[in-house]
Antibody
Framework: QVQLQESGPGLVKPSETLSLTCGVS?????????WGWIRQSPGKGLEWIGS???????YYNPSLKSRVTISVDTSKNQFSLNLSSVTAADTAVYYC??????????????WGQGTLVTVS | DIQMTQSPSSLSASIGDRVTITCRAS??????LNWYQQKPGKAPKLLIY???SLQSGVPSRFSGSGSGTDFTLTISSLQPEDFATYYC????????FGGGTKVEIK
């Protein structure tokens, strides 16, 4: 059973960097798939942030690309999100997710429970 | 970006009703359309992928149809556990989601 769990600070100051980690259990990141970050805010709804594979190849949402870095640590079976220069508009519930198959990068079957990050 | 527009944004229905939610893409996405169900405080749950394929474990009362720019999610007989918010999402290009349809009890 694949499980994902987000962790990180729930409060970030404006202009600072939001950092979250997604721990994966029940599946080895080294075995494949692109692993994604998605956020949900009242103002913008659900928004895909970006995805990464075991080799560190990343795809980012063009609207956030200049501020986003996603990295992977296969030894710890986790991947991370850094979002720089945050503003109140970045306040959201942040989810990590895994696609349904290794070839359907953006069909998200497994999700973490989500973590609320407030920028204030 | 491809814009996804759902309608209605909310609806009220009774147990046993047939419910239809529509999703329109701003350009053709062929069949790269997925549907999710979300309950308060929970992560979205995948229901339908590639427009009409039922995700494993999802009840058969859920079905999806459409291609190109116009898509539909149908719940054939609404059950108590189906009251939730439903989102469409395109996976044709940079993924984007619809604004959601909240299904409430009449």
């Amino acid at each position: 059973q694949v499980q994902l769990q987000e962790s990180g600070p729930g409060l970030v100051k404006p202009s600072e960097t939001l950092s979250l980690t997604c721990g994966v259990s029940g599946y080895s990141i080294n075995s494949g798939y692109y692993w994604g970050w998605i956020r949900q805010s009242p103002g913008k709804g659900l928004e895909w942030i970006g995805s990464i594979n075991r080799s560190g190849i990343t795809y980012y949402n063009p609207s956030l690309k200049s501020r986003v870095t996603i990295s992977v640590d296969t030894s710890k079976n986790q991947f991370s999100l850094n979002l720089s220069s945050v503003t109140a508009a970045d306040t959201a519930v942040y989810y990590c997710a895994r696609p349904r198959t290794s070839s359907t990068y953006y069909v998200f079957e497994y999700w973490g429970q989500g973590t609320l990050v407030t920028v204030s | 970006d491809i814009q996804m527009t759902q309608s209605p944004s909310s609806l009220s229905a009774s147990i046993g009703d047939r419910v239809t939610i529509t999703c329109r893409a701003s350009q053709s996405i062929t069949s790269y359309l997925n549907w999710y169900q979300q309950k308060p405080g929970k992560a979205p749950k995948l229901l339908i992928y590639t427009a009409s394929s039922l995700q494993s474990g999802v009840p058969s009362r859920f079905s999806g149809s459409g291609s190109g720019t116009d898509f539909t999610l149908t719940i054939s007989s609404l059950q108590p556990e189906d009251f939730a918010t439903y989102y469409c999402q395109q996976s044709y290009s940079t993924p984007t989601f619809g604004g959601g349809t909240k299904v409430e009890i009449k």
